[in-house]
Nanobody, 128 residues
């Protein structure tokens, strides 16, 4: 059963923008925080962004703050990541994830072990 399906990755040039989508077919994550992580071959899985269950609160890694925007649409049961001013160092496989559980209105986990549901990833490649 596919619970999260990332899409929207691709090949872009530095300075370009890209929007990633993560629908959750067959399951509702309305009470979960939703996050985006990324991983390149030479790095550990890295926190990128998180949005709380209601969508009212967000948090970002310092490396993407001001450039990336996470959002969610409860009606469509989807979460998004808009990436602006992309840099070569943003090149990675991007993963959408849902938190283990509801844990407060402003629960915005940044650690992978706080997430229980993961997509298969979508590749983002940024050329210089």
């Amino acid at each position: 059963h596919v619970q999260l399906v990332e899409s929207g990755g691709g090949f872009v040039q530095a300075g370009d923008s890209l929007i990633l989508s993560c629908p959750a077919p067959g399951r509702t994550f309305s009470s979960h925080a939703m996050g985006w992580f990324r991983q390149s071959p030479r790095k550990e899985r890295e926190f990128v962004a998180v949005i709380n269950w209601s969508g009212a609160s967000t948090d970002y890694a310092d490396s993407v703050k001001g450039r990336f925007t996470i959002s969610r649409d409860h009606a469509k049961n989807e979460v998004y990541l808009r990436m602006d001013s992309l840099r070569p160092e943003d090149t990675a496989v991007y993963y959408c994830a849902a938190s283990v559980r509801y844990d407060g209105n402003y629960y915005r986990p940044r650690e992978p072990d706080e997430y229980a549901y993961w997509g298969q990833g979508t590749q983002v490649t940024v050329s210089s």
